[in-house]
């Protein structure tokens, strides 16, 4: 009577185990994601710089997100990773993340405006070192025919803005200016 009473108490324990373990596997998606992620949602990704994870969350809930939303997150995602890169000094990786970007979610301006935003840490980064042909190659990339909000002559309609302050001046009268002052 021992030894069934014992076997019995063994199976009840495998079988509760069992049954913890399966109830385990079938959590929601979410749950999953959150332990694997180890963040919330995407803005608790993006503050923990885990970015596949942010678009993971994104996506899974794309159907639930009105078009607003997920253009949203899909701008914030791209901002948030070409900070970082930049600020890695992972320059043209920044650049990479931008230039993959399609126009639904962010416009034109503002594509040329984050891209501003990374070539001017570039600058900066290689003026910081003293080495201004390299801050000069980074001043290079900007665009020539937009200003540092991204905006060219004829998208300003009337906030027009003069030929000499576009992206690539401004960036190479800054190395000028920290070239004077230095040497």
């Known amino acids: 009577m021992k030894k069934i009473n014992h076997l019995f108490q063994l199976f009840s324990f495998i079988t509760i185990s069992l049954l913890i373990i399966s109830c385990d596997n079938f959590r929601a998606p979410e749950e999953k994601m959150s332990k694997k992620c180890k963040c ?10 885990n970015f596949e994870c942010a678009r993971t969350y994104m996506s899974k809930h794309e159907a639930n997100n009105e078009l ?14 070409s900070v970082y890169d930049a600020k890695q000094g992972e320059y043209q990786k920044a650049l ?28 900066d980064n ?26 060219d002559e004829v998208g300003m309609g009337e906030y027009a803005w003069e030929k000499t302050e576009t992206q690539r001046k401004t960036l190479l009268k800054k190395i000028d200016e920290f070239q004077k002052a230095i040497y």
């Open 96 to 123: 990479d993340v931008i230039s993959e970007v399609d126009g639904f979610y962010m416009s034109i301006e503002e594509k040329e405006e984050a891209k501003y935003t990374v070539l001017e840490r570039a600058v």
């Open 68 to 81: 607003g939303g997920l253009y949203s997150n899909l701008k914030k995602i791209t901002i948030a990773e």
């Open 126 to 151: 290689f003026l910081e070192k003293g080495d201004l042909k390299t801050a000069k190659i980074w001043a290079l990339k900007s665009s020539d025919s937009r200003a540092i909000n991204g905006y």
């Open 40 to 49: 919330e949602d995407v803005d608790d990704c993006l503050s923990k710089y």
